[in-house]
């Protein structure tokens, strides 16, 4: 094709056929099929892509997507002042343990986000951040669970954990559940002073008492305390519940309780000192 | 001729209040920032770098890029450099996830914003940007079919929702089961792990789902997967088998489907119907 004016007439050939192809594409109109009585009402049928949708995702789509926040356009002057004065605002100054662990624990999910539907802590490595915090923090978990909906659920989870208290593992953290969960925690503190005195008694008498056995462990660390001081007036039968309780606390061996039991007591003075303080503000 | 001194007099003191007052104000020129890229309302995958630029007039001293939620934590991403005429700019390489604000369970974009200063002043003009929570492989690991062409043509629909663990009833998040029945302002997994089918149908016929089946069901509206997992329908064919689906991920993002059985292991099969 030597000749110029044979390129621009395949040229517009070839324009022609491209914009009656694409053209046709874009406007095709995919007809309904006769509409059977199946067909849910609430269904209409889209022309282009010829499917059936839902009314109601169409009216919803707009409510799913993110919305164009309203919002004061200083807030963002002021929060890039603060990260130019302070280099970061990672800080930690007057983060207490518990903020500080909570603050670890979200950047260590953020390395592992779920996909899951339902919560498991076996699956939760991470969970032991807020574990390994101990005893000591117990209270300001109990009391971030009744302030902050948000953190409830895996505070709560922490707090069963921590205290080994026997209960069902399914955990609500709406304001009913928590209200009924930290109910339930309540009333296992409430009960642990006289629960552990009358079941040593049980087991003074009769050492291989699996029920007084059971009775002692279903108040989880909540127990130690009286434990302690049953121990103290000289009945060391007890001291077989808290080689149960202890296993996930890694307190006790099983060769010597009693001089174990004795040094641990030692050791945990203070978180022994946080259970009792918990038990009396129950009552 | 007292009052011809007067005014005149008066002339010269406004003359000088006016280029005192008018002179160093039409001078001092605070930086002007016109935000050229990353693109607005767009979903931005972490892995990859997306490239930040705008264009600064007036001799700026520092020229930085920031993303958040319009609350604290709020990140400088990077610190913009000169690049030609009044371009600046620096590859963005997103490697976190900010929680978007929230309110009775609808979820507001976060903000992209190029910020210029000099010694007059400052400008900060934003956009709407959202940071994914995982990277493609993430997405594709869950449905290998998951399109992202663009940060504005893909599967996203909504943002995350998620930071800690969260059990049911857990406030500001979702989860599939909950979109699956219209709720989005909180986690519903009423069981202590797997549900059985007739846990299912109970639950699902008491949030307007009746009918139910445990093989494929023509015009079914939700479907259950066996990797507990929920999506609602979003389209069928002439006879009813449903084509796409949507559903919440977990903690992570509200995404549609190409087909209505999309799932690698993570998710499952589509086990049970309901409508």
Known sequence: MQNPKHYLVLLLVMLTFLTFTMGSNA?????????????????????????????????????????????????????????????????????????????????????NPSFKAYYDPKDDHALTILTKLGVKVLPD????????????????????????????????????????????????????????????????????????????????????????????????????????????????????????????IKIHENDLKVLQNMVEDAQ | MIVFKKNRMM???????????????VLAAAPQVT?????????????????????????????????????????????????SGTTWGGNWAPNYWVKPQNNGGT??????????ENGDGKHWPYRYSYVALGNLNDYRGVDTGFTYNSETSHDFINVATGTHAVAHGTPNT????????????????????????????????????????NSLMPWAKVIYYNGNHFAKVTSWDSSGIPLTIRSKWGTMELINSDSYNPFTSVYGQATYYFK
């Open chain 1, 27 to 111: 406007f095709a109109i995919i007809p309904e099929p006769t509409r059977s009585s199946d067909v849910p009402a609430d269904l209409i049928w889209d022309t282009d892509r010829g499917c059936y949708i839902s009314q109601d995702f169409e009216k919803d789509l707009q409510k799913e997507e993110p919305q164009i926040p309203t919002f004061d356009y200083s807030v963002i002057i002021r929060l890039i002042e603060k990260i130019k004065l302070n280099n970061s605002l990672f800080t930690d100054i007057n983060k207490s343990p518990l903020e500080k662990a909570l603050a670890e624990y979200e950047a260590e999910y953020m390395k």
């Open chain 1, 141 to 264: 978990m109990m009391e971030r669970i009744q302030s902050n909906p948000e953190q409830a659920g895996v505070l709560m989870y922490a707090v069963q954990e921590i205290t080994s208290v026997k209960r069902e593992q399914f955990i609500d953290a709406s304001n009913q559940g928590r209200k009924a969960w930290l109910n339930e925690m309540n009333a296992v503190m409430k009960k642990a002073p006289t629960t552990v005195h009358e079941n040593a008694l049980q087991l003074e008498n009769n050492p291989t008492d699996q029920t007084a056995v059971n009775n002692i462990i279903n108040l989880g660390i909540f127990a130690a305390p009286f434990v302690m001081d049953e121990v103290a007036k000289g009945n060391t039968q007890v001291l077989v519940c808290m080689d149960k309780i202890a296993v996930a606390h890694n307190i006790l061996t099983d060769k010597n309780i009693q001089s174990t039991w004795t040094d641990w």
């Open chain 2, 11 to 25: 002339i010269m003191v406004l003359t000088l209040v006016m280029f005192f007052n008018v002179v160093p104000m």
């Open chain 2, 35 to 83: 935000y050229v890229s990353p693109p607005d309302q767009g979903f931005f995958l972490q892995g990859r770098n997306w490239w930040a630029s705008c264009n600064v007039t007036n001799n700026p001293t520092f020229v930085g890029f920031f993303y958040g939620n319009g609350q604290d934590p709020w990140h400088q991403e990077l610190q913009e450099n000169y690049q």
């Open chain 2, 107 to 116: 979820w507001y974009w976060p903000y992209t914003c190029h910020y210029a």
């Open chain 2, 174 to 213: 979702y989860n599939c089961l909950a979109y699956s029945v219209g709720i989005t302002d909180h986690w519903e997994w009423p069981w202590p792990g797997t549900p059985s089918y007739a846990d299912l149908q109970t639950y699902m016929s008491n949030h307007g789902f009746p009918t139910s089946s």
